[in-house]
């Protein structure tokens, strides 16, 4: 495993931290359904803006091309982490209680779509695309510079 494949796990393993802080600290869960009483502003903040962060934190982490990418993985890692945790520890067969799977996909691609959308802003302001020192960290990387 070379430096840079070091580095994007490490981002991962961090985004997905902040993921599930971020969770924790709204005190939300998106896959508990109870009708329209639902959609409240924290469970927007959990859908768009945690996500939007930690795709932001984990491209700025990772400073390559590619961060737009590694930035969608800890909100689908954290997200099928809650799920399967309500499925499997809070069995209740009543809809309402739990998002049908039909129901949590569009939750996911909100989410995942969301840090996507950070990771791109946190690839630009990384320097990924030639702005800022990109060309020297990448040298360092492979080892062309000390």
Same mark, same amino acid.
């Given at each position: 495993?070379?430096?840079?494949?070091?580095?994007?796990?490490?981002?991962?393993?961090?985004?997905?931290?902040?993921?599930?802080?971020?969770?924790?600290?709204?005190?939300?869960?998106?896959?508990?359904?109870?009708?329209?009483?639902?959609?409240?502003? %924290?469970?927007?903040?959990?859908?768009? =803006?945690?996500?939007?962060?930690?795709? =932001?934190?984990?491209?700025?982490?990772?400073?390559?091309?590619?961060?737009?990418?590694?930035?969608?993985?800890? %909100?689908?890692?954290?997200?099928?982490?809650?799920?399967?945790?309500?499925?499997?520890?809070? %069995?209740?067969?009543?809809?309402?209680?739990? =998002?049908?799977?039909?129901?949590?996909?569009?939750?996911?691609? =909100?989410?995942?779509?969301?840090?996507?959308?950070?990771?791109?802003?946190?690839?630009?302001?990384?320097?990924?695309?030639?702005?800022?020192?990109?060309?020297?960290?990448?040298?360092?990387?492979?080892?062309?510079?000390?």
């Amino acid at each position: 495993m070379n430096r840079k494949q070091k580095i994007g796990v490490a981002a991962v393993l961090a985004g997905i931290v902040v993921n599930f802080l971020g969770d924790m600290l709204l005190g939300v869960k998106i896959e508990i359904f109870s009708g329209m009483t639902t959609f409240t502003f %924290p469970w927007m903040m959990d859908i768009f =803006l945690v996500p939007f962060a930690t795709g =932001l934190f984990v491209s700025k982490i990772y400073g390559f091309k590619g961060g737009k990418y590694l930035a969608c993985i800890p %909100p689908l890692a954290v997200r099928s982490a809650s799920f399967l945790h309500l499925h499997y520890f809070h %069995p209740h067969g009543d809809f309402f209680y739990q =998002l049908n799977l039909f129901y949590w996909g569009p939750c996911i691609i =909100l989410a995942v779509e969301s840090a996507n959308f950070g990771g791109i802003i946190g690839e630009v302001m990384a320097g990924a695309y030639g702005g800022g020192n990109a060309g020297s960290k990448n040298a360092i990387i492979k080892g062309e510079l000390s």
